[in-house]
Structure formats: C-alpha cells, structure tokens
C-alpha cells in the first residue's frame, strides 16, 4: 500500500465520518438524544485521526521523495534537506489546505469530548456547526480542486523543489502553521456563536465557554504575523518587514477584528451590552479568515506569499458567501433576543473608551479591505490594473493606530459608568508626565515627524500605565495579605492572569510601536561597487568588503560576499548572499543581518563580478530598533498566555482592585 492509497483513504472516510457526525450532533442537540451525541463524538475523534494519519502520510512521501505523487513532486527534490522536506507540507495548495483540515479536525475533536461536557446542548450544537466546516474542507482535499494525493505516471526521476523563498530560512517551519492555527481556531467562537443565535439565547454563555479559544486564536494568528514580518525581514533582501501586500492585509484583517471582539466582551460581561455587536464583530472575524485563504488560494492577487490559479477560487467564494448569508441571516432573526440593558454612558468611561476602541478596529480593517479589494474589482469590471501601495495604507492607518494607542493607556485608568475630576488627575497624572518623557526622548535622538514624536510619546504612556497599575495591585496585595513585594507581583499574575496578562500584551503593543516607528523614521543606507579590501560608510559604521566566496551545497548554490562591520574596534562579520537554486531563473537574495538592541546592520549583495570576482555591488542600511519588534511579538504571545491560564486559587477574602482600573485581554 502507498502513501497516496493510505492518505487518499484515510481522508475519503473522514469525510464519510464528518457528514454523520454533522448528522448525529444535529439530532442530538434537537432531541437531546445522549446517544447520539457519543455516536458525534466518536465521529470527531475518529476523522480527526485519520487526518492526521492522511498528514502523516504526506509528510512520509515528502520525506521518501515519492515522485509517484504529483504534490511530492512538484514541491520537493531529492536535494531537498529533511526539515525542508518535511515542511512543504505546506508549501503548495493541497498541502496548505491539508494541513488546514487537519487543524480543524482537531477543533472539532475538542468540542466533541471537551466542549459538550460543560454547556451540553449550546455544545453540542456549536459541534454540528463545526462539522458542517470540517465536511466542506473534507471535501476539497479529496475533490481534484485540492487533492494531495493524486498520482502521475510515469513518474519523474527527480521532483522540481519547492518554492526557491519557502526552502531559505527555518521561519517557514514556524510562520504558516502560526497562521493556519490562528485561522482555524476563530471556527470555535464562530460555531458557537451561530449556536446561541440558533437556539435563541440571548445571554452570554457562548462567550464565556468560547472566551479561552478565542484568546488562543488571537495570540496565535498576531504571533503568526509578527513570524511573518520576521521571514519577509530575513529571506526577501529588501530591507522592511511590512508591505501592505494583499496577502499579509488578509492575515492582520481577523487580528484586527479579533482585537475589538477581546474588548467588547468585557462590556458584555460587566454591563450586559453589545452583545449584537460582540456576534457580529465573530461573525467578521471569522469571515474574513475565510476571505484571507480564498485570496492566498485562488490565484486573483500577485503576492510572494499566494499561490497559483486554481479551481478552488470559486468554491472558496461560494463558501464564503454561504457562510455570511447564513450567519448574518441568524444575527438579523435573533437580533430582537440581543438587546442591551442600557447605553454606553458617559464618554469618560470604561465602556465608552471600549466601544470607541471597537469603532477605530472596525474602520482599521475596512479601510484595509477597501485598499486590498478596490484594485481587483476593477480589474473584474474594467480589466484595469491598478495597484494601491504602502503611501494609501500608511496615511490611513497611521492616525488610527496612533489613536488606539492612546485609548489603550486611558482604557486601563477609567472606571465603569463614569469617572470624576479627581479620579483623572489621579489616575492619569503620572502617565502624562512619562509621555511628556517619551516625547522629549524621541526629539533628542533626532526624531521629527509629528507621527514619531506622538508614537514615543503614546507608547510610553501605555507603558507607564501599566506600570502604575501593577504598582497599585502589589500595594493592594501587601495590604490586604502581607505578602512580600516579589511574592505579591507573582499572586497578581496567578490570581487575576487575565487582567495582568492583558497588561503585558498591552507593553508587547507599545514596544512594536516603538520599533516600527524607529525603524521607518531613523534608517540609514548607502550602496557602493567595491573591490576586495575596499570600504564604505554608513550611519557611522565602516563597512569593510574581504571578497566572494562560493558556497556549494546539494540543494543550491550561493556566491557569499564577507562583510565586516567595524564598530568601536569590532570587527561583526556579515555574510549577504546570492543563492541560485535549480528550478529558480534568477539568484535569490539572502541579506546578512547584525542584530543588536540598538540597531540592525543589514547587507545586501545586490550584483558582482560573475567572470573574475573584481567587484561587487553592496547595499547596507542601519534600521534602528528592529529587533524589538521581534521581542515585543514575544512579549504580546507571552501576556496572551498569562491571559489564558486558569486562575489560581484565591484566599478568601478578594483582593480589592486598584481603583480604576480594567481587565483586558489584548
């Protein structure tokens, strides 16, 4: 038996097993039928397993170089590395739609045997939802659109390789399957939301049994695309991070969506309002996860990260469409169910602050969505090709995240229903002091710009209210408990882990901030044609060139230009790169990169002396704080993770909040 016959089966009954799951958990939840449900459950676990066996099977013919199947040959060779190998799982369509079935089949699983315990029929609903998605996934990846595991013969002696850009650096092991997890798991809080509509509830019960999934998803799809901005950093050779590519707008739209729907449910659960809004901000959020794969997947945008025309565009488009007319057709009928139980109130409150944070996410992401669309329906209409870059993106987008800064430092001071004078001065006092700070700090390292000034300034003031807020909680802690300064930080963070971690996100925000504001303001660059042993100057560094060298490896070959960078008597060796594989018609540029906390120094062999090794054209720039935008996507996964975390257990007597002061998840 082959890996095609093993995968191609395993598939073809887990989407036998899906459609009676779909079936069972229907029933179930109409007849609470127990019977049924166990039937939906086993169903679940078993098409979960035989997806990943049907995965397994293709990483097994990836790593055994099965050319028998038109997938392994077409992504992979039999100079391929291992870990190459093994990741062009998802390199290619069918791959990357594989692995997407077999992370849903997991989703559903998990309701299955986790979600129909607690809230059993909302549960067991949601779960017939999921399996309705699992089917439809099912299958395209059995269907010609995206079957992995269709055969060809006679086959080929040797494959084509992957993607000459997907087999350059060991993020494209990490970046995707970040994505796909972030994806997938906004099914969860989308099933359940569409239950509750469903089966009329007007309370918030799927939000507190989605509240967990949803955080994960989140935490995942943000550290996903800060993967991203680092493979686009390290692998492109163009010296950014963030294009505004159609592609990369499809990841952050949900993030942005997702964002606004971890601040609202907190209103909705404090104050028992916008719940219409908290369904319809899921419904849009898993939306345009679905958007996001039919732009990566059909082929109608140009993007390094997109893959080619094919047949699963419209299938996609009809999903997509079948989902939204479905969902918001519930949301419209049970609407009269979801009513609040009073207004917003007053501006200067915790509530307004959340719902004026929920309007600037909304307009972030259609503004995005109007740039990332605008362009393809007018090549649809008129056949015009029209292109909207990064100036459209920045001058939109750069105001609106400026704004959102500020409400996320004056967020955490407010009080529910309304503060008063004395609790702004006090609250806000401290804070005010420190942006003053950032501000005058990013004047003094030469920073003009209005934007940059006010992003210093913003991003201090978050800091620095976070700051003041863990203060207040270890006093409150020490008061009430006597506990030492060390041991009351700890408590805070195991017993109230969804407040504080959201605090933590909250610094992960304002240092990306940060670093995006350092590194678009400050660079530096120069190129110059050099000889060996010739030098140029930049941004106060001495770039040295020693010459070219050849590298040979099975898989490719790299003309490697050393680089030293002499920078207070070191001597920091950079290695930029040209690197030509077999199935690539041009070489690919491999930056050399020197990573410090202050700065990058990033090198680029831009074009040599092919015949005698005379020259060689080298561009370098010095980009200011770009690594933290690494370790502030770290720090943001490292508060989602304190969020998510069941609380510890609490002494008797509560701990009393710090006036003032909001939990928050973002």
Known sequence: ?????????????????????????????????????????????????????????????????????????LNNALETPAYFSAISLWAALEGSILLWTTILA???AYVAWRGTR???????????????????????????????????????????????????????????????????LFSVPFAYAVASLILGEGGDRWIVATRRSALVAWAL???????????????????????????????????????????????????????????????????????????????????????????????LLGY??????????????????????????????????????????????????LGTLYPLVVEAISGAQLSIGSPYFDRVEVPIALALLFLMGVG????????????????????????????????????????AVLGY????????????????????????HGETAAGAFVNLFRRSGRRYGGYVVHVGIALIALAVVSSQAQAAEAEATLAPGGSMQVAGRTIVFDGLRDVVDPQRTQVVADLRVLDGGTGAALAPALTYYPNATAGIGSPGIRSTAGDDVY??????????????????????????LWIGGAIVGLGAVIAALPPGRRHSSAVAAPSGTVASVT
């Open 320 to 369: 997509l469409a079948a989902v939204l007319a479905f969902s918001v057709g519930l949301l419209l009928w049970r609407a009269p169910r979801l009513a609040d139980s009073g207004p917003v109130g007053v501006p200067l409150s915790r509530e307004a602050v959340f719902l004026f944070q929920n309007v600037l996410f909304v307009a972030a992401t259609l503004t995005v969505l």
């Open 603 to 628: 090198a680029i062999l831009a074009a040599y002396d092919a015949r005698s090794r005379a020259w060689a054209t080298l561009q370098v720039r010095v980009i200011p704080l770009v690594s933290w």
């Open 106 to 108: 997991g989703a559903v």
């Open 221 to 315: 799809l943000g550290v996903g695309i800060v993967a991203g901005a680092w493979w686009s950093y390290a692998v492109l050779g163009w010296g950014g991070y963030w294009a505004w590519d159609p592609v990369e707008n499809a990841a952050i739209m949900p993030w942005l969506v997702a964002t606004a729907y971890l601040h609202s449910v907190m209103v909705e659960e404090k104050r028992r309002m916008l719940r219409t809004w908290n369904v319809a901000l899921v419904i849009g959020a898993f939306a345009l996860t679905i958007l996001g794969t039919f732009l990566t997947r059909s082929g109608v945008v140009n993007s390094v990260h997109s893959f080619t025309q094919s047949a699963i565009g419209p299938l």
């Open 412 to 451: 955490p001071q407010l009080p529910w229903h309304g503060a008063s004078r004395a609790t702004l001065e006090r609250q806000f006092a401290a804070p005010v002091v420190v942006a003053g700070a950032g501000a005058l700090l990013a004047l003094a390292v030469g920073l003009r710009g209005a934007a």
């Open 118 to 184: 607690e809230i059993p029929r909302l549960a067991t609903t949601a779960l017939a939802v999921m399996f309705a998605m699992l089917a439809f996934f099912l299958f395209l990846v059995v269907s010609p659109a995206a079957d992995p595991f269709v055969r060809i013969d006679p086959a080929p002696l040797n494959g084509r390789g992957p993607n000459p850009l997907l087999q350059d650096h060991w993020l494209m092991g990490l970046h995707p399957p970040l994505l796909y997890l972030g994806y997938v």
């Open 457 to 480: 300034a913003l991003a201090a003031f978050v800091v620095a209210t976070v700051a003041q807020e863990v203060m207040r909680g270890v006093r409150a802690r020490r008061t009430l």
């Open 1 to 73: 038996m082959t890996f095609a016959d093993v995968g191609g089966g395993a598939l073809r009954a887990a989407l036998a097993l899906a459609l009676w799951g779909l079936l069972a958990s229907a029933y179930a939840a109409r007849e609470r039928d127990g019977r049924a449900l166990q039937s939906a459950r086993w169903s679940a676990l078993a098409a979960f397993v035989l997806v990943v066996a049907a995965s397994l099977s293709m990483a097994a013919a990836l790593l055994a170089h099965d050319f028998t199947i038109r997938y392994v040959a």
